[in-house]
């Protein structure tokens, strides 16, 4: 069995609940991850807070080559979760480690606005979404047809709503 992961758009959540982020309004990566092993995508989801029927935002899984954003929040080891199998080795610490590097042009969450990279040829499209602010989305990948993310690249969550709403989003992958 794969080793396999799972990481939210926020703070391993322990005496208190997970903490919705702001989409702004402007593309804004939520959530990136930051591979030194491969790893395949095989779920992700997100939600969102609004309390009124408002133009839907696009919502998009992209592997941006070896482009990051800068992010506000980088992850801490706690925050990959082992997901399936207690045998998973944990992640290791630092921009080096394993399965995903972690630091805020690494793994980690966007709070507030970031600093898009300058993406160019090859991105790669996982899935696109508009989705309600009112509204959550998932998508599990078929078995065998996950989307696939090489070391080395990066894999952004990003949003990009009219008006500013709460989200969580999340992915699960496993090192391919």
């Not at 941006?64 to 399936?84: I, L, S």
């Not at 509204?135 to 894999?155: C, D, I, N, T």
């Amino acid at each position: 069995m794969a080793a396999s992961y799972l990481v939210y758009n926020s703070a391993d959540a322990t005496t208190s609940s997970a903490v919705k982020q702001p989409t702004g309004t402007s593309i804004r990566t939520m959530l990136q991850l930051a591979p030194n092993v491969p790893i395949k995508v095989f779920e992700w989801g997100c939600s969102f807070d609004g309390i009124s029927a408002a133009t839907p935002g696009q919502v998009e899984l992209i592997d941006t080559g070896t482009v990051p954003a800068t992010v506000t929040t980088a992850f801490g080891v706690n925050d990959v979760q082992t997901f399936v199998s207690t045998e998973t080795p944990a992640n290791t610490s630092g921009t080096a480690g394993t399965p995903l590097g972690l630091g805020t042009t690494y793994s980690g969450f966007s709070t507030a606005a970031t600093t898009e990279g300058s993406y160019t040829a090859p991105t790669r499209m996982g899935d696109l979404q508009l989705v309600a602010p009112t509204s959550q989305y998932l998508k599990q990948m078929p078995l065998g047809r996950e989307f696939w993310v090489p070391a080395g690249h990066f894999l952004h969550v990003r949003a990009n709503f009219g008006t500013s709403v709460n989200m969580y989003c999340y992915v699960l992958f496993e090192t391919a």
